[in-house]
């Protein structure tokens, strides 16, 4: 029928989900069924603003629920701890950009768990793929990802061009230095 997919996450995360799906499942709920029974008093539902604006939530919260539930049920706890040293799921990286010498953070997360804009990386994203196994010392060029003699899906000069266009326009960090590893 359809594809399955399984998610990359922390045991931590798993925790976050589970808590949010029992908030979802116990409270919130139970909830918008008062608000639908106290909206479904006043009267008329076709002009009645107070009870679609509930069944819209009810809505959007049965619908966080399936997500939910499909996350935590597909979910692959990513155990493998990365050798003492080299950038793997959970390091947290130290480098510095070498256009403008400013320092930044990395998490390397699993996809559920990613969030650029707090500085928590993907091993899935282009960005994460490039920095796994590197060390301390190490000088990354996002750039070269995909390493030159990696074989690529397709031949036409199409997918090349644009490969190589988004290898040449990546924002921001484009080559830097790690400078510490915690994992």
């Not at 804009?117 to 796994?132: A, F, N, V």
Request: charged share 35%; with cysteine; hydrophobic share 30%.
């Amino acid at each position: 029928m359809g594809t399955e997919s399984r998610y990359k996450m922390s045991l931590e995360s798993l925790e976050k989900l589970k808590a949010e799906l029992d908030d979802l499942e116990t409270n919130k709920t139970k909830e918008v069924a008062e608000q639908i029974k106290e909206a479904r008093s006043f009267g008329d539902l076709s002009e009645n603003s107070e009870y679609d604006e509930a069944k819209t939530e009810q809505g959007k919260i049965y619908s966080r629920i399936a997500e939910l539930k499909d996350l935590i049920e597909n979910a692959v706890i990513d155990s493998t701890t990365a050798m003492a040293g080299t950038i793997g799921h959970g390091s947290h990286i130290r480098a510095r950009d070498l256009e403008d010498s400013s320092e930044v953070e990395f998490f390397i997360v699993g996809s559920q768990e990613a969030n650029p804009l707090i500085g928590k990386i993907s091993t899935d994203s282009p960005l994460g793929r490039c920095l796994m196994g590197h060390k301390a010392g190490d000088r990354v060029d996002v750039r070269d990802y995909p390493p030159k003699d990696e074989e690529l899906p397709s031949d036409s000069p199409e997918v090349k061009a644009k490969k190589k266009a988004s290898r040449e326009s990546l924002p921001i960090l484009s080559s830097f230095d790690i400078i510490s590893i915690e994992n």
